[in-house]
């Protein structure tokens, strides 16, 4: 099948709706995703942006609406979906069991990939996996299991990616990597639909940004376009305090665990 | 994706498969039941149990392959639940690949890792003086039942591996299963039972399975027993199929 088939937006999302018994999670929802670049949907919990990545992903159906993933209808259509799409869930998906490179010798399998092991130790050594790769993926910590599940997404290049908030229980280094992994993806021309409810990561990562509430899309446009819907920046002088973040990593700076794993990798 | 299927299928099965080689804990406490019972039968019960010329270990054997097999099925239900709740079901089903096949590799799986427990228990009670001078064609009889016995407890097992809501109740259903050989002829004649007890005992399926294993490997006429015994095995099979292709269906839809 080719993947590469459609024209247009990567996704289209057009009255979408869905209920879990009395429920009403999507009351409908419309949105585009123009191919290539990061589009970022943002919501509180429970707002339902897990639902519409399912429903995009084929995992769930919709009561109403309609949605197209890179030319495919995901009712009528769902293998092209398939075909063309790859899925992060909220919980790392990697076989616990298996080594890190046995995941991903069984995701180029199911792809069917003529190189799996090739393609497997070309994504470890991306990934910053590679010492860690014969080991089981019970032993990962948190950001090492992430980027695995990222790495298994990968496999096979499909032209659009479901970033169901990768970020979430993550430490602030392992949250960092993740993000680079991320744009490195949109840099190689994937589409990249991330749900988060973290404001900063779609400030750092998205090239657009949607704010799912309420079930409807209440805004969509480029950070700066949000930006404008509120009254114009008024000039205060504030005292440049550091984050927190900036102080934790000026404390925990090169020792930290995870910065050197990948330093040694290097 | 029909022509992936076998593949896509032999790929699952082999990810299932190391789950029970990496885990030989898993074959350890399937097997550990059934031979503590055959331990206590043999040597603690089984010498005030009449069971005419037929030594005591030869005529249970049957009876404790059956609890080997409800024991063993519970893993299933246990991976599939784990497969469920660690999201790499959905990542499976959200892939290009033949989606039944997911459900398959862990049916084949049943079936492998249920064969090595069985060849281990068996092992054991040759140790304790089983014996059968049955031939080959009765073996691969007695092969061909316990795996269609096999089949439909794994697609009942299946059922609360889709729905369970807990580790606790994916694997809670197979007590009743492993149960069900003591009241059926496995242990004890039934001519012994009271009235209700023994209609019970004669009418449910693991009589009929045991007593056709038992006539097998014993080298006596296997009677009507073995079209009940296969009868009640297709028919579990088929409906547990049906339910756990319903469970399904809602879960992927």
């Not at chain 1, 990222?150 to 479901?162: D, E, T």
């Not at chain 1, 169901?164 to 430490?171: A, I, N, V």
């Not at chain 2, 299932?16 to 503590?36: F, G, M």
């Not at chain 2, 050989?181 to 045991?210: E, K, L, N, Y």
Request: aromatic letters at 8%.
């Amino acid at each position: 099948m080719d993947t590469h088939q459609a024209e247009g937006p990567a996704i289209r999302v057009q009255g979408l709706e869905k209920s879990y018994k009395d429920l009403r999670v999507l009351r409908g929802v419309d949105f585009e995703v123009a191919r290539g670049g990061i589009f970022a949907l943002l919501g509180s919990n429970g707002a339902g942006k897990t639902t519409v990545v399912r429903i995009l992903s084929t995992l769930l159906k919709a009561d109403a609406g309609t949605a197209r993933v890179n030319g495919f209808d995901v009712a009528g259509q769902a293998a092209g979906v398939r075909e063309s799409i790859s899925l992060t869930g909220q919980f790392a998906a990697v076989d616990e069991i298996l080594s890190g490179r046995e995941n991903l010798v069984l995701v180029a399998r199911l792809r069917h990939l003529k190189a799996p092991g090739t393609v497997a130790d070309d994504l470890l050594r991306r990934f910053s996996l590679t010492e860690a790769g014969s080991r089981r993926a019970a032993t990962y910590s948190g950001g090492m299991r992430r980027r695995l599940d990222i790495a298994m997404s990968l496999i096979g290049n499909p032209p659009v990616v479901f970033l169901d908030e990768p970020t979430s229980g993550l430490d602030p280094e392992a949250r960092i990597e993740v993000w680079q992994a991320v744009e490195e993806l949109a840099e190689g021309g994937t589409t990249v639909l991330l749900t988060t409810q973290y404001l900063d990561e779609a400030e750092r990562l998205a090239d657009r940004i949607a704010i799912l509430h309420g079930g409807r899309i209440i805004v969509n446009g480029t950070l700066a376009e949000l930006r404008r819907l509120l009254p114009p920046a008024e000039v205060e002088y504030v005292e440049k305090q550091p984050s927190l973040e900036d102080v934790f990593f000026a404390v925990v700076g090169a020792d930290s665990q995870g910065r050197e794993a990948r330093a040694n990798e290097k | 994706m029909a022509t992936h299927f076998l593949g896509d299928t032999a790929v699952l099965t082999g990810r299932t498969l190391r789950h029970v080689t990496r885990s030989l804990d898993t074959i350890l406490t399937t097997v550990i039941t059934p031979i503590a019972m055959m331990l206590l039968f043999v040597y603690v019960f089984g010498g005030a149990i009449d069971t005419g010329p037929v030594s005591y270990v030869n005529y249970m054997l049957p009876g404790i392959l059956l609890i080997t097999i409800a024991s063993g099925i519970s893993y299933t239900a246990f991976r599939l639940f784990a497969d469920l709740q660690g999201g790499i079901f959905e990542r499976f089903q959200s892939m290009p690949i033949a989606r039944s096949g997911v459900l398959w590799a862990h049916v084949l799986t049943s079936l492998a890792a249920n064969a090595i427990s069985l060849v281990v228990v068996v092992g054991v009670a040759l140790l304790m003086g089983f014996r059968s001078g049955a031939g080959v064609a009765s073996w691969l009889a007695v092969a061909g039942i316990l795996v269609l016995f096999t089949l439909a407890l794994t697609w009942i097992a299946v059922i609360p591996g889709l729905t369970a809501k807990t580790m606790d109740g994916a694997s809670a259903f197979s007590y009743p299963l492993i149960f069900l050989p003591f009241i059926s002829s496995a242990f004890v004649p039934t001519g012994t039972m009271p009235g209700p007890v023994r209609a019970f005992a004669d009418h449910q399926p693991a009589t009929s399975i045991v007593n056709t294993i038992r006539d097998l490997l014993t080298e006596r006429p296997v009677g009507s027993d073995i079209w009940t015994a296969l009868a009640w095995c297709v028919a579990i099979l088929v409906v547990a199929y049906v339910f756990a292709t319903m469970a399904y269906r809602r879960r992927i839809s």
